[in-house]
């Protein structure tokens, strides 16, 4: 039986321009950050709204611990 390494499995990260959120509505990619609060487990929520369309959106984002 053949063995799979992790050399074998490509590593799937997209190019710096293309990451980061987008719009679905629209495409753009700017954003304002309607308000912000704390949320259980150190993680933060913010809703978000689109600047072109003004869709929004929720993100949860993991806060970076100081060293």
Same mark, same amino acid.
């Given at each position: 039986?053949? *063995?799979? *390494? *992790?050399? =074998? /499995?490509? %590593?799937? #990260?997209?190019? !710096?321009? %293309? +990451?980061?959120? /987008?719009?679905? %509505?629209?495409?753009? +990619?700017?954003? @304002? /950050?309607?308000?912000?609060?704390? !949320?259980?487990?150190? @993680?933060?929520?913010?809703? @978000? $709204?689109? @600047?072109?369309?003004? +869709?929004?959106? #929720? #993100?949860? $984002?993991? =806060?970076? =611990?100081? *060293?």
């Amino acid at each position: 039986m053949p *063995t799979l *390494t *992790t050399d =074998s /499995v490509p %590593q799937i #990260t997209p190019p !710096a321009d %293309q +990451r980061g959120l /987008v719009c679905r %509505q629209c495409g753009c +990619r700017h954003f @304002r /950050v309607i308000y912000t609060r704390p !949320a259980w487990g150190g @993680r933060l929520v913010r809703r @978000r $709204e689109c @600047r072109h369309c003004g +869709r929004r959106m #929720t #993100t949860w $984002e993991k =806060s970076g =611990s100081p *060293t």
